[in-house]
T-cell receptor, first 113, second 115 residues
Framework: QKEVEQDPGPLSVPEGAIVSLNCTYS??????FMWYRQYSRKGPELLMY????GNKEDGRFTAQVDKSSKYISLFIRDSQPSDSATYLC?????????????FGRGTSLIVHP | DAGVTQSPTHLIKTRGQQVTLRCSPK?????VSWYQQALGQGPQFIFQ???????QRGNFPDRFSGHQFPNYSSELNVNALLLGDSALYLC??????????????FGSGTQLSVL
């Protein structure tokens, strides 16, 4: 079993839909939880960054962390074609004096007009 | 403000050859991490450099080596290339803040193809 599990998709939705992206994990030591967006032939870009459990909102994006269930989510409201990308979840715990994120494999999202 | 820059953008090598990839971190950052991303997979951590030393290493063979220079830029070297080394190699920079999580800023990567 991988430490971080993420459905690769693709997830195809119409413009304006609410998108839900999810990851599960097995390592209870993870403390920081992140979502990255990666466009084709580009590097990942940090979207959301949360510590421990709870919700965090930033514009159309909401990140949720449920440590008791080892489950994290990213919600995108009013999705746009420009949101079409691969979304990577990542999480980290202290190890050897630094926090090295472990990434999921990414979910491909397609928002069609 | 320049972000993370990587060179070259694309590279084609043959099995057994050696390759060097380069990275300049975002201005103000002092830590560089290297990741390998195979097609359809998430980035896999190779190693991290801080203060010109390798601080952490992932599960990669010692064919993968690196270096950090006094200006914080970094190189990734891969010897005896295998077909399986074909991937996107990502450099990420961050600012070390002691014992706390560092936000990573990624470059666009170097696409390495091994034939």
């Amino acid at each position: 079993q991988k430490e971080v599990e993420q459905d690769p998709g693709p997830l195809s939705v119409p413009e304006g839909a609410i998108v839900s992206l999810n990851c599960t994990y097995s390592n209870s030591a993870f403390q920081y939880f992140m979502w990255y967006r990666q466009y084709s032939r580009k590097g990942p870009e940090l979207l959301m960054y949360t510590y421990s459990s709870g919700n965090k909102e930033d514009g159309r994006f909401t990140a949720q962390v449920d440590k008791s269930s080892k489950y994290i989510s990213l919600f995108i409201r009013d999705s746009q074609p420009s949101d079409s990308a691969t979304y990577l979840c990542a999480m980290s715990s202290p190890s050897g004096g630094s926090y090295i994120p472990t990434f999921g494999r990414g979910t491909s999202l397609i928002v069609h007009p | 403000d320049a972000g993370v820059t990587q060179s070259p953008t694309h590279l084609i090598k043959t099995r057994g050859q050696q390759v060097t990839l380069r990275c300049s971190p975002k201005s103000g950052h002092d830590t560089v991490s290297w990741y390998q991303q195979a097609l359809g997979q998430g980035p896999q951590f190779i190693f991290q450099y801080y203060e010109e030393e390798e601080r952490q290493r992932g599960n990669f063979p010692d064919r993968f080596s690196g270096h950090q220079f006094p200006n914080y830029s970094s190189e990734l070297n891969v010897n005896a290339l295998l077909l399986g080394d074909s991937a996107l190699y990502l450099c990420a920079s961050s600012l070390a803040r002691g014992r706390t999580n560092e936000k990573l800023f990624f470059g666009s990567g170097t696409q390495l193809s091994v034939l």
